[in-house]
């Protein structure tokens, strides 16, 4: 399946509550900037961060070229122009049959397309659950490198969960010619 990213926008908001099913997967994707149930309320004031003379997100949801069907969510967040930095910080593929497919590896490219070659990033990161292997195993494959562990720095229920912290550098990326899919 190949994918390209389009502009997140009001008509796409039903489309991610539904993808939303549990507190855990919503904590999964989104950490803790949404409370379950998401609502449109809070995707209201999510899309305001994109907005205006220098945002600091970038909203896109992820489609499939061949059917035009959106299959996933993604934002490059945390936009700094003066240390030329940002961070992946939500990243959904809605249906979990499409995943383990090789899409997740294709929209960070994407995404890491625009940080660099668009914004003139220096810097990009994220962070993701410890025990996502699957996710982790498709960050490293794009070239993000782990930095650490945060350590039971999220709370679902009765449970902590630990969180990595990845990046990748622009040189990384220009230098391992990570953009080819």
Known sequence: MDTELKPFERSDFARLVE???SPEVLLQ???S???YPLDEAQLEEYVRGATGDEPTRKIFKVVDKASHAAIGHIELGNINPRNRSAGIMYALIGDPA?????IGAQMIRRVLEIGFDELGLHRIDLRVF?????????YEKVGFVREGLHREVAR??????SIYVMSILEWEWRSRGLRKD
Request: aromatic share 20%.
């Open 33 to 35: 900037i949404f409370k």
């Open 19 to 21: 993808w939303s099913t």
């Open 130 to 138: 410890d025990f996502n292997r699957a996710a982790i195993a498709c």
């Open 29 to 31: 994707w989104a950490g």
């Open 98 to 102: 499409l995943r383990g497919q090789g």
């Open 156 to 161: 679902i229920n009765d449970e902590y969960w």
